[in-house]
Each structure stands twice: as structure tokens, then as C-alpha cells.
């Protein structure tokens, strides 16, 4: 019996954005999401050749990748299989009363694993002093267990704020879970430890490093810097 690849399947199925709820309930492999974000336009992961550009970061670094979530999590139906993905993926063994997201990209993912593991469902807010996170609106009952949902995670900084945020917001202690599921895991250096022994649970998970021009390789190489949200369309050309 031949067997094909997942990837191979997916793209048999002629799945599309139109027709893409033909995926709910199925397990997707992370290069099949990977597809998906690519229906998106929503992901660029420089391959190593240095005749292809790389991207220029509004901070003046240079990277070798980029991900988009919001391209992503704006189709409600995707939002949704990948929210489901995430929920199996996380193999949650005990109960969970709370799922809670960060500011503005994972409050709708957050929700949608919230409604596939039955659990309630909040979002730490941007504090209006400019500073951090703000938890308001709703007292956790004491005791609570939470499980953080972020739709990316770069480095510990956002969900380690959200945490704080949560626990200073609350007047009795709530228990958030050791594991932070994300959509995209995407830090300088992998493998990587959190501290406190937080276990990050992701859909994808690439090592994309930014770096000074003057360390970059792909300049050193000879591929040129490019500005990822004003050429997009040349940094993600299919055939290049
Ligand atoms: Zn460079």
C-alpha cells in the first residue's frame, strides 16, 4: 500500500482558505500548519541561500524569518483547527478552569482553545499607564487553575507578564499551569529553558535569530536586506 506523506495529503486535498474547514478534527502535522500559514502569506523562513534577501527589522536588525499570526487567526475557521490542535497537543491531565491570553493577537486564539477544552476564558489587558499588563473586570476564584495561551512566543518577557499581571490582579492565589501553549515558538537559540520550569507547548517551533548587520551571515554571504512589511510579495516569491 503506498502511503503518502501528510504534506503530500494535504495539498491532494486541494485545501484552500474557501474550503478549509475540511480540516476540523483532523491532526495536522506542524508542516501542514506551516502550509496553512503559507496559504496565509503569513510566514517567511529564509531558506540559507544567499542569493535570496533577508529581512530587515524596524529595529535595524537583520533576521532570517518572519510569522504574521494575525493573517492567520483573522480566519475564524483556521483560528479554530489550530485552536483545537493546540488543546489536543497540550495533553491536559488535570482540570483546567481558566484559559487566559495576552493583548490583542491571542485574546481570539485563547478563546477558541478555551472553547475546545471547556474551560472559562479571560485576557490580561495592556496597562493604560503604558507600562506591562493590567488583569481587571473579573475576580479568579481562589484556587483557580489556568492554563496561559499566547499566539507567540519570541522570548519569556510577554507570558512571564501576563503571569504577574494575573497574580497581582487577583486577591486570592490562582494557580497557573507550568505549561504556556503558543501558537508560534519562535526564540534566538533552541533548545531553550524558561525559568521556574515553564514548558512552552507549540504548533510551530523555529529557531529565528536577529542579530546586528555587522554579526549577520546572510550579509557576510551576500544576500541583501529587505523590509519585510513593505516587500513582502519579493521576500516570499515562490519561485526564487
Ligand atoms: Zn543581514
Not at 480540516?23 to 517567511?44: N, P, Q, S, Y
Not at 544567499?50 to 527589522?57: T, V
Not at 475546545?116 to 475576580?139: N, Q, Y
Amino acid at each position: 500500500m503506498i502511503s503518502f506523506s501528510r504534506e503530500r495529503r494535504i495539498k491532494s486535498m486541494q485545501i484552500t482558505l474557501k474550503n478549509v474547514g475540511l480540516l476540523k478534527g483532523k491532526d495536522l502535522t506542524e508542516e501542514e500548519i506551516l502550509h496553512l500559514f503559507d496559504l496565509c502569506d503569513a510566514v517567511w523562513l529564509h531558506d540559507g541561500d544567499p542569493k535570496k534577501p533577508h529581512a530587515e527589522l524596524t529595529s535595524g536588525l537583520c533576521s532570517n524569518g518572519f510569522f504574521d499570526c494575525l493573517r492567520v487567526l483573522e480566519i475564524p475557521d483556521i483560528n479554530e483547527i489550530l485552536a483545537q490542535q493546540l488543546a489536543r497537543k497540550i495533553k491536559i491531565r488535570c482540570k483546567v478552569d481558566w484559559i487566559i491570553g495576552s493583548p490583542y493577537a491571542a485574546i481570539t486564539f485563547s478563546y477558541e482553545v478555551a472553547k475546545a477544552l471547556k474551560a472559562r476564558h479571560g485576557f490580561v489587558e495592556k496597562d493604560p499607564s503604558g507600562k506591562g499588563m493590567i488583569w481587571r473586570r473579573r475576580v479568579l476564584p481562589k484556587g483557580s487553575v489556568i492554563l496561559q495561551i499566547e499566539e507567540l512566543i519570541t522570548t519569556s518577557k510577554t507570558f512571564k507578564e501576563v503571569r504577574r499581571a494575573v497574580g497581582e490582579g487577583n486577591p486570592e492565589e490562582v494557580k497557573f499551569m507550568n505549561v504556556v501553549g503558543t501558537l508560534v515558538h519562535r526564540p534566538p537559540e533552541l533548545p531553550v529553558n524558561y525559568d521556574d520550569g515553564v514548558e512552552v507547548v507549540s504548533l510551530i517551533e523555529r529557531k529565528i535569530w536577529a542579530v546586528e548587520q555587522k554579526d549577520c551571515s546572510l550579509c557576510k554571504a551576500g544576500s541583501y536586506r529587505l523590509r519585510p512589511k513593505t516587500n513582502w510579495a519579493e521576500l516570499t516569491r515562490k519561485n526564487s
